[in-house]
């Protein structure tokens, strides 16, 4: 099972990288609509969609929006340009107020997985609160890994993906050789403290590697180092919890996996289940920061 889950990873890795760097916005943009969308699939059966009717109109919920903003500054346009008010171009920035709802819901969440995962496990909301949740939280997803792509280039996409991957590998190994003390055992009992720290430790150390390439191209100055660190390890920390979230999900729902795409890994949401979580904060602080696009 490790191999297998091994050899997957790093089929999904090279893909992926080769997306990140070679594919135009449009199409990078796309690819990460399509497996958006397949992680909506699987997460309108955790929500307890049965009908496939609601499953699709679920689907197209989704799509409109991401459509929206992939077409945000041609409808910009067409407004200005049918009521003759020039003027609504200057909303174009508009969207990256956005990232504030998913920043504080997933702050949220961890606070509240922190210190009550009985109680977070044992809420049972309405299905559609869960189809809106979903809809909230993929979305987020999609329109902020685009926008790091789109306005900081691959090589902070592809950075702030590999702080994801080596934080839960990290996390999972820490986890076998020192874990003792479980981390959250009502949610998710494989998780532990020890997994925890070295998922931030290895994070902390992901990137001060970066910043020694980066920062020496592009003159990254001691705050903006200091800010670039403490983003990553609290980047990692989100993410963990994120990992929690899903699985407060899929232990309500009774699954074990959001599904069996991947073999040895679940489906999409069991290996994207801590970059969802993790993107929207990672481009709040980016933004924050003040990094040139």
Known sequence: MLLKRILTALVLASLIALAVFTLPMEY???????????????????????????????????????????????ILELVAQTLD??????????????????????????????YTPAGV???????????????????????FLSRLRAFYGPEMTMYFLILIWVADISAYFAGKKWGSTKLAPEISPG???????????????????????YGYRDGFVWLRIFDFLLLSVLTVLISIYGDLFISVVKRQRGVKDSGTLLPGHGG??????????????????????????
């Open 28 to 74: 990078f943009s796309l690819v990460i609509g399509l497996i958006t969308l397949i992680a909506a699939w699987e997460w309108s059966t955790l929500a307890g969609l049965t009908s496939m009717v609601k499953r699709i109109l679920f689907l197209l919920a989704l799509i409109l929006p991401m459509l929206g903003i992939q077409f945000w500054t041609q």
């Open 85 to 114: 008010w020039p003027d609504v171009r200057d909303y174009s920035g508009i969207l990256e107020w956005l990232v504030i709802p998913p920043v504080l819901f997933w702050m949220l969440v961890m606070i509240l997985i922190r």
């Open 268 to 293: 999409i949401l069991d290996r994207t289940d801590s970059l969802i979580a993790a993107i929207p904060f990672f481009y709040a602080g980016i933004v924050l920061i003040g990094l040139d696009s």
């Open 121 to 143: 496990l044992n809420l049972q909301p309405k299905t559609r609160y869960k189809v809106l949740i979903g809809l909230f939280v993929l979305f987020s997803a999609w329109m």
């Open 191 to 213: 998780k532990t403290v020890a997994g925890m720290y070295g998922a931030l430790t290895v994070g902390f150390v992901w990137a001060a590697i970066f910043i020694g390439y």
